[in-house]
């Protein structure tokens, strides 16, 4: 399985040939606004899946955009989310809260996050969440946005996880210690963090970050914009 970071939450897993982009924020990502350079060099390989965790802007903002080139992908995401967008002509497929699901890459798990989830002109996104992605590579949860939050003990009790993508920049979503927290919850000691530095309200010293981690004996993983990692 493959990771590459993207900015952001925005990320792409590639499973069993399958490429599946997470949380699409990159035409109006200010990372890439600001340092007028393109994200387009970083997706190289056609999309098959959307995985949309919640209806913030900064996480559906490039769905249809994405839709539109690669018009044979499939948007997954909550029964909201995917009303919205099925209604724009999107292929979709909606989910709750609830069992685990059969796709070609594996089985997965839309699970709960503690956060909040309109679109940006205040239409209902549903309840936030998260996936919970097991594979025969291994298994992946995605946290989406969520503050700290006790049911998460109950992720690891579907099996062991080899990695958890947690937010770590705080303010609207955990902390770097609160996450550190998560992954004790989660009983995993591999984290790959997101949702920090892109705006300033969730700056973090990154150095410091991976070294809090180490402290605990957790590994986080840091990776540049475009950097792939195997998991
Ligand atoms: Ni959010
Ligand atoms: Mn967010």
């Known amino acids: 399985m493959k990771f590459t970071f993207l900015s952001h939450s925005t990320f792409i897993l590639k499973v069993h040939e399958k490429n599946i982009l997470v949380d699409p924020f990159l035409s109006e990502n200010p990372f890439f606004c600001k340092k007028q350079f393109s994200w387009k060099k970083y997706i190289v390989e056609p999309i098959d899946y959307i995985l949309v965790t919640h209806a913030h802007y900064d996480h559906v903002c ?29 292929k979709t497929y909606g989910v709750n809260y609830g069992s685990f699901i059969s796709f070609p890459f594996g089985k997965l798990k839309y699970v709960w996050a503690l956060h909040s989830s309109s679109f940006v002109n205040g239409i209902y996104g549903g309840n936030p969440g998260g996936f919970l992605l097991h594979t025969d590579e291994g298994n992946i949860y995605v946290s989406g946005d969520t503050s700290l939050m006790y049911d998460m003990k109950i992720i690891p009790t579907f099996g ?72």
């Open 62 to 90: 490039d769905v249809e955009l994405f839709h539109k080139i690669y018009p044979n992908s499939l948007v997954i995401s909550n029964y909201e989310i995917s009303n919205f967008f099925e209604k724009k002509g999107i």
């Open 160 to 231: 062991k996880l080899k990695y958890s993508i947690l937010p770590i920049g705080g303010r609207f979503t955990m902390d770097v210690e609160e996450a550190i927290i998560a992954s004790d919850f989660l009983h995993c000691e591999k984290i790959i963090g997101v949702h920090y530095n892109t705006f300033d309200s969730i700056q973090i010293d990154e150095k410091n970050a991976i070294k809090s981690f180490y402290q605990k004996g957790k590994e986080l993983i840091i990776l540049n914009i475009g950097h792939s990692v195997h998991i």
